[in-house]
């Protein structure tokens, strides 16, 4: 349970997008809050985190451009199976951000539990080559619609599975 203080934070994001966009942000607030993750401050945004394994699920705020657009990004690096939309998305953030690199499968990071493969993000260009990204991260989920939140969901709670089994030590 949320307390008075992080609703509020939640409440005063949801009342500054506009009137189509509100329903959307508040249905995946929701549901992560429904899992235990709590809505924190950080920096300009808000970060979504478990209290059994503290890593970030999910981050919401506001793009520092002119238009203050807002941002949704998702940690599904643990899933599999996703939509063609999810993988170009991950193949956005590969090409994007090189430094980003998945150090994990050569065993040089430490920073997740569990087989390295298992928790990057992955992609297999047109030319046979697989890309790695850093599974730590959210990835930002461009133009946020009705269409994703089914998807959103179900990659949150795998995700979720995850993270418990192998950062909290429960078994899924």
Excluded at 16 to 45: C, D, F, W
Excluded at 104 to 110: E, F, I, K, R, T
Excluded at 116 to 125: Q, R
């Amino acid at each position: 349970m949320n307390t008075k203080k992080q609703e509020e934070l939640v409440n005063v994001f949801l009342s500054a997008l506009e009137e189509n966009t509100r329903p959307l942000y508040r249905e995946i607030v929701l549901y992560l809050s429904e899992l235990g993750y709590h809505p924190q401050k950080e920096r300009s945004y808000i970060s979504f985190k478990h209290d059994l394994h503290n890593k970030q699920m999910a981050k919401m705020g506001f793009q520092r451009n002119k238009e203050q657009s807002p941002f949704f990004a998702l940690r599904f690096s643990a899933c599999k199976g996703y939509s063609q939309r999810f993988a170009d998305i991950v193949s956005t953030a590969i090409e994007k951000y090189p430094s980003r690199a998945a150090n994990c499968p050569d065993g040089d990071c430490v920073f997740c539990a569990g087989d390295p493969k298992t928790h990057v993000y992955s992609y297999t260009f047109p030319g046979g080559e697989t890309k790695y990204h850093c599974g730590a991260r959210a990835l930002e989920i461009p133009n946020l619609k009705a269409d994703d939140i089914g998807e959103i969901k179900k990659l949150i709670k795998e995700e979720h599975a995850y993270l418990l089994k192998y950062e909290a030590g429960i078994g899924a």
